[in-house]
């Protein structure tokens, strides 16, 4: 795990002066994101079945591209959407599952890949949801986490891309009312966006 402890300048983007500081830049997410995958990749090498790796829906469909892609072992990929944000910037610990995985996930190995752990309280809840499935192995791999802002204890957690301060950000696949995803990489927004 690596502390995002710089800032850059920003690049020009479509949102203008929305985005307040570039926390971590796309070469810096790329290279992480490689170790990631090859460290993963070593854990699994000896499974006796493809690797499934849950993509938790929105905000980790840039991070899980990238990861799968990196990998050096079988997968294959499942979604799911679960929400505790709606338009707020902070969890509010109610979860509801928008979109459940498509097949049985009894007997394998799967790994949540996560945009980035807030409180902890959607991750957790979604641990125990798939636990209850009866995996083989059930671990999490997540991008980003805040980790003055996490609420409860994640077991099971293989790796962790950058740990970051508790502030607001987006790009990489997070966002702010559905914005700023596109964006190649994760920065802050100015407070009069979201205030």
Not at 141 to 163: N, S, Y
Not at 175 to 185: G, K, M, S, T, V
Request: net charge negative.
């Amino acid at each position: 795990m690596h502390s995002a402890d710089f800032s850059g300048d920003v690049p020009p983007n479509a949102y203008g002066e929305d985005v307040e500081s570039v926390l971590i830049d796309e070469a810096t997410l790329q290279a992480r994101i490689r170790e990631m995958a090859h460290a993963t990749s070593e854990r699994f090498r000896d499974a006796p079945d493809d690797l499934i790796l849950v993509c938790v829906l929105k905000g980790a469909v840039f991070f899980i591209t990238d990861f799968a892609r990196a990998l050096d072992v079988p997968t294959q990929v499942e979604f799911m959407a679960v929400s505790s944000y709606g338009n707020a910037t902070s969890s509010s610990g109610v979860v509801r599952i928008l979109k459940d995985l498509d097949r049985d996930i009894a007997g394998r190995d799967v790994v949540i890949v996560e945009d980035i752990i807030d409180s902890g309280l959607t991750l957790s809840w979604l641990m125990k949801n798939l636990r209850n499935r009866n995996p083989r192995s059930l671990s999490v791999v997540t991008l980003l986490r805040k980790p003055d802002a996490v609420k409860v204890t994640i077991e099971q957690m293989a790796d962790v891309g950058f740990d970051i301060p508790n502030e607001f950000v987006v790009g990489y696949g997070l966002d702010f009312a559905e914005r700023y995803r596109d964006l190649p990489y994760v920065g802050t927004l100015r407070k009069s966006v979201y205030e």
